[in-house]
């Protein structure tokens, strides 16, 4: 549970946080200042839709950009010094935010997160990424611990989509570097993994999110709780939490009777981090017959039921070593040595 919460009772509590009902900017301001180590927004796009009567989302621009920057001005005050905040929005709306933003805290990206829906749309280029801004408070980020993130595979077979040449020796054992264009984040769309009708964040996202700029234990706050996949991600993940959600908060408290699923979700995104290939990819090339093969590769880092019997191993895919099953973990015989040096 965080220390410094606002003067009302939360409509649901955990260990690690607490929800509130209501506008944000008034529970905002009830917060002391310095006491936030990651804020993220996600606001309505001002684009029409239903969020309930207590809602509105069909404002004039220059209402709309008022009212954001009321609850950003909130969020700048409320970072802790080296803290980061994070703003989810369209391109349009994330120019006069960044804008408003830049003289305010120090500007580190601009992250595109690619759009996957192909809807039609005539008259102008069809609208494929959100914005993702992300600033600081002050001049360095507390944290910043971005994951690295598998190869791209086939698959078909396991083997590479990107041709590195002669490189593969080069590569990170830990996985690739992370960019500032996230085109690997699917829109949640199955009523499978969806917990309200309206439109929610990717739980791979906010995994992302919390890795990039906080730690366990850490304070997030996320001042419009949809359907709550935040304080998701920050439970499972250990942050101390604080939410707010001024129209139904009942998806959310919903949510949190039963985390199981998203608690399988988060482990099945995270066999792909910081790992060079992901278990699914090492059992296609082993199956494939890969060739010579100069790839060091390791799992830490991932899920534990994801690593090779709980173990970080070196895997060399010229001998003659085999994936036996993927089920429960990878198994591999025989065992390889440690893994050497890791190389950037």
Request: charged share 25%; net charge neutral; aromatic share 10%.
């Amino acid at each position: 549970m965080t220390d410094e919460r606002p003067p009302v009772e939360p409509v649901l509590q955990t260990e690690l946080g607490a929800l509130y009902a209501g506008d944000c900017v008034p529970l905002m301001r009830a917060l002391p200042a310095g006491s936030v180590d990651l804020f993220f927004a996600d606001p309505p796009f001002n684009l029409g839709k239903d969020y309930g009567v207590a809602a509105p989302d069909n404002h004039t621009e220059d209402r709309y950009l008022k009212w954001c920057f009321e609850w950003l001005s909130e969020g700048v005050r409320l970072l802790k010094p080296g803290g980061s905040m994070f703003v989810y929005n369209l391109p349009k709306w994330s120019i006069p935010i960044g804008e408003f933003l830049r003289t305010r805290l120090t500007f580190r990206h601009w992250i595109t997160v690619e759009i996957k829906f192909g809807l039609p749309i005539t008259g102008r280029l069809y609208p494929s990424h959100y914005g993702l801004l992300y600033f600081v408070k002050g001049k360095r980020p507390n944290r910043f611990d971005p994951p690295r993130l598998a190869m791209p595979t086939c698959r078909h077979c396991g083997g590479e989509i990107p041709d590195y040449g002669g490189y593969k020796d080069k590569m990170n054992p830990k996985g690739l570097n992370l960019s500032d264009v996230w085109s690997d984040i699917a829109p949640v769309r199955h009523s499978r993994f969806k917990n309200r009708e309206a439109n929610e964040l990717s739980l791979k996202l906010m995994d992302r999110v919390l890795d990039i700029g906080s730690a366990p234990g850490d304070i997030v706050l996320d001042p419009f709780g949809g359907a709550g996949t935040t304080y998701v991600a920050a439970e499972l993940k250990h942050r101390r939490w604080i939410g707010m959600e001024l129209s139904t908060a009942d998806a959310i408290v919903d949510r949190f009777a039963d985390l199981s699923q998203d608690r399988a979700n988060l482990r099945r995104y995270r066999s792909g981090i910081n790992t060079l290939f992901t278990p699914e990819a090492l059992a296609l090339r082993a199956r494939s017959g890969m060739g010579r093969n100069n790839h060091r590769y390791n799992i830490e880092g991932a899920a534990p039921d994801a690593r090779l019997n709980g173990e970080v191993h070196q895997l060399s895919l010229d001998t003659t070593e085999t994936v036996e099953s993927i089920e429960g973990g990878l198994t591999k015989s025989p065992a390889v040595g440690s893994l050497p040096d890791e190389r950037h």
